[in-house]
């Protein structure tokens, strides 16, 4: 009954919010195109000073230099964590409306650029390096991110309601600790991404990487 009734609680937010939804996944895509127009855009010397960068990376993660798991976990869990951090902590004030959608469109912009990047100097085999290597921990990253910038956007839009239309009648501390609850569990699937990330991904990057040799 209670997995019912967490189901359709959820299937009547995604109703209520749908247009912010569409709008925060359209805003994302377009980082992602734009992050690989990017690529595209730079000179041939600057491609090739960062491929350079990217090959000495890739000569360490071959020779198993990389850093430890335990610490790749910790630095992509707080990387993250302080990005939701920031989207959530926006979402209670009145002007973090903007700045919300700012670090959308930079999230996907960083997402299209790598991509893109590593397809535009490897081709196929730069396509198997971001499959393996940006893939796993972004299925479950990208989603939080997204649903993370949604509720902050509509939090924030009802706290905009809240001081300047005095009639408005809802109350805020339901969604007040609905909103808190959204926080802890976007936080616990970071942790299970970025467990993806330094646990799964740096050993399916070095057999591609082997690979090519």
């Not at 209520?16 to 195109?33: A, P």
């Not at 390096?129 to 902050?152: D, E, H, R, W, Y």
């Not at 809802?170 to 942790?191: D, E, G, H, T």
């Amino acid at each position: 009954m209670k997995k019912r009734m967490y189901q359709n609680i959820a299937a009547s937010y995604f109703r209520e919010h749908s247009s912010i939804f569409i709008f925060v996944v359209i805003l994302f895509l377009m980082g992602v195109i734009f992050g690989a127009i990017v690529v595209n855009s730079m000179s041939f010397s600057q491609k090739q000073d960062l491929f350079y960068y990217l090959s000495q990376f890739f000569g360490e993660v071959s020779n198993g230099k990389m850093a430890e798991s335990n610490d790749l976990f910790l630095q992509s869990f707080f990387h993250n964590s302080k990005f939701i951090g920031l989207m959530w902590l926006l979402g209670i004030s009145i002007i973090g409306l903007p700045i919300i959608l700012i670090l959308l469109f930079i999230k996907g912009m960083v997402v299209g650029f790598t991509v893109g990047f590593l397809v535009n100097q490897m081709s196929w085999k730069g396509f198997m390096l971001a499959f393996v290597s940006i893939l796993p921990q972004n299925l479950i990253i990208i989603p939080v991110f997204i649903i993370t910038g949604v509720m902050s956007m509509s939090f924030s839009l009802l706290m905009v309601k809240k001081q300047f239309m005095k009639k408005y009648g809802q109350a805020i501390m339901p969604v007040f600790k609905r909103y808190i609850l959204s926080f802890i569990i976007a936080v616990l699937c970071i942790s299970i991404a970025s467990g993806f990330e330094a646990f799964l991904s740096p050993g399916l990057m070095k057999t591609i990487v082997s690979a090519f040799k």
